[in-house]
């Protein structure tokens, strides 16, 4: 099997595929490129930098692909819809990069509070300023989080252990193990002292209704998507005054390459800060993440494994339809699972999933088959008929 590595991909992540014996191809390739070489490799992994568009996932679809994996959580590049037309699975890593992004929104919150960029820009210029850096403390304030999965739930656990704050959440899918206390949108908004963003995608979490709610002294903070922001909405904001202040990442408009220039008009204010789309830019998350993505697509390609797919449910049960379990014992030959496919197939029951294992040391295995019908005692008489089936149960 061979993987395309378009973004390249630390070398512990090389490793992995390495080690299973997948063959990995590191040549960075352009669009034109890549539509022309895509249907030669099992699998495509990119970062941020490459587009997937619909006219790579259907050449690779005539082709050998089978997976895509984004190292890293967002998957904005890559056309899902035409993945999933094409029978392509989507897969990220959306666990390599929790810790890196949720301490660098500590860090922005912090760095705004205490005026630390603007301290540091001062004194590189050769001018001693004390009182106009005067700024507040993070201890015992309130964080507001929208978002809370795995990166707002981290944010949220380093906020209160470490400055004891007082955490409140929103999301439209709340976990059920959460320690953030769930609240509506509006009530984050109204209570915070600082509110930050973790919902990812393309809409528009913060508009100008959203900022409207704020406190006058809260500070927002994004290290989420560009888009979840208005940023003419956000530029008014803090040129009025009507919030404190505000901490950036992430921008809908980012340059193209290293040493680009940085165009925005929220540059012309002072109680804003910026840092250049860090959030994973740490050794550790890189790494993690490398081999995270490395770790899924290869358990796709090598058994099946749906573990943080996009575009298909990691379990039955996230599809939410009604199934029932069917388990088989018989003899490991061929022949064995067409015949029960067959069975069931001439009354009309569709095979959702089967999972198989050898048992023991002496040729038999237990097979248990997953369906969206129940299975009526005549019918599973006839599947202990069948040659090589020991026996049927549900």
Same mark, same amino acid.
């Given at each position: 099997?061979?993987?395309?590595?378009?973004?390249?991909?630390?070398?512990?992540?090389?490793?992995?595929?390495?080690?299973?014996?997948?063959?990995?191809?590191?040549?960075?390739?352009?669009?034109?490129?890549?539509?022309?070489?895509?249907?030669?490799?099992?699998?495509?992994?990119?970062?941020?930098?490459?587009?997937?568009?619909?006219?790579?996932?259907?050449?690779?679809?005539?082709?050998?692909?089978?997976?895509?994996?984004?190292?890293?959580?967002?998957?904005?590049?890559?056309?899902v819809?035409?993945?999933?037309?094409?029978?392509?699975?989507?897969?990220?890593?959306?666990?390599?990069?929790?810790?890196? @992004?949720? &301490?660098?929104? /500590?860090? =922005? #919150?912090?760095?705004?509070?205490?005026? $630390?960029?603007?301290?540091?820009? !001062?004194?590189?210029?050769?001018?001693?300023?004390?009182?106009?850096?005067?700024?507040?403390?993070?201890?015992?304030?309130?964080?507001g989080?929208?978002?809370?999965?795995?990166?707002?739930?981290?944010?949220?656990?380093?906020?209160?252990?470490?400055?004891?704050?007082?955490?409140?959440?929103?999301?439209?899918?709340?976990?059920?193990e959460?320690?953030v206390?769930?609240?509506?949108?509006?009530?984050?908004?109204?209570?915070?002292?600082?509110?930050?963003?973790?919902?990812g995608g393309?809409?528009?979490? @913060?508009? &100008?209704?959203? /900022?409207? =709610? #704020?406190?006058?002294?809260?500070?927002? $903070?994004?290290?989420?998507?560009? !888009?979840?922001?208005?940023?003419?909405?956000?530029?008014k904001?803090?040129?009025?005054?009507?919030?404190a202040?505000?901490?950036?990442?992430?921008?809908?408009?980012?340059?193209?390459?290293?040493?680009?220039?940085?165009?925005?008009?929220?540059?012309?204010?002072?109680?804003?800060?910026?840092?250049?789309?860090?959030?994973?830019?740490?050794?550790?998350?890189?790494?993690?993440?490398?081999?995270?993505?490395?770790?899924?697509?290869?358990?796709?390609?090598f058994?099946?494994?749906?573990?943080?797919?996009?575009?298909?449910?990691?379990?039955?049960? =996230?599809?939410?339809?009604?199934?029932?379990?069917?388990?088989?014992?018989?003899?490991?030959?061929?022949?064995?699972?067409?015949?029960?496919?067959?069975?069931?197939?001439?009354?009309?029951i569709?095979?959702?999933?089967?999972?198989?294992?050898?048992?023991?040391?002496?040729?038999?295995?237990?097979?248990?088959?997953?369906?969206?019908?129940?299975?009526?005692?005549?019918?599973?008489?006839?599947?202990?008929?069948?040659?090589?089936?020991?026996?049927?149960?549900?």
């Amino acid at each position: 099997m061979k993987v395309l590595l378009n973004d390249n991909l630390e070398k512990e992540g090389i490793r992995v595929f390495e080690e299973i014996g997948i063959e990995t191809d590191t040549r960075k390739r352009d669009l034109n490129a890549l539509i022309k070489d895509i249907g030669e490799f099992d699998a495509l992994i990119v970062r941020s930098a490459t587009k997937v568009p619909r006219e790579v996932l259907e050449a690779g679809a005539r082709g050998k692909l089978k997976i895509v994996g984004r190292a890293g959580v967002g998957y904005d590049n890559i056309d899902v819809a035409a993945a999933s037309e094409n029978g392509i699975v989507v897969k990220c890593a959306p666990y390599g990069n929790t810790n890196a @992004v949720a &301490e660098l929104t /500590l860090c =922005l #919150m912090l760095d705004i509070s205490r005026n $630390i960029p603007q301290a540091h820009h !001062s004194l590189k210029g050769g001018k001693w300023k004390k009182a106009e850096f005067k700024g507040t403390e993070l201890s015992y304030k309130t964080l507001g989080i929208l978002g809370c999965g795995k990166i707002g739930q981290r944010v949220g656990e380093l906020a209160r252990r470490g400055f004891d704050m007082e955490v409140f959440g929103y999301d439209i899918c709340p976990c059920a193990e959460s320690t953030v206390k769930y609240v509506s949108k509006e009530e984050v908004l109204s209570k915070a002292d600082y509110v930050s963003i973790h919902t990812g995608g393309k809409v528009t979490i @913060v508009g &100008e209704k959203e /900022l409207s =709610l #704020m406190k006058s002294t809260a500070f927002l $903070i994004n290290t989420s998507r560009g !888009s979840n922001v208005d940023e003419q909405a956000l530029y008014k904001a803090l040129k009025e005054g009507r919030i404190a202040g505000a901490a950036i990442d992430v921008y809908a408009e980012e340059p193209k390459g290293e040493g680009a220039e940085f165009k925005s008009k929220l540059r012309e204010l002072d109680n804003v800060i910026f840092s250049a789309h860090l959030g994973a830019s740490t050794i550790e998350a890189q790494r993690e993440t490398s081999t995270e993505i490395a770790r899924v697509v290869a358990k796709y390609l090598f058994g099946g494994d749906f573990t943080s797919s996009v575009n298909a449910g990691e379990s039955i049960e =996230l599809e939410e339809r009604p199934v029932y379990t069917l388990f088989i014992h018989h003899r490991d030959v061929p022949g064995v699972f067409a015949n029960i496919d067959k069975v069931l197939a001439d009354n009309d029951i569709n095979i959702r999933a089967n999972y198989s294992r050898q048992i023991g040391s002496s040729g038999y295995a237990i097979s248990v088959y997953v369906l969206h019908k129940k299975v009526p005692s005549k019918i599973i008489e006839t599947l202990k008929g069948i040659e090589n089936i020991c026996n049927v149960k549900t």
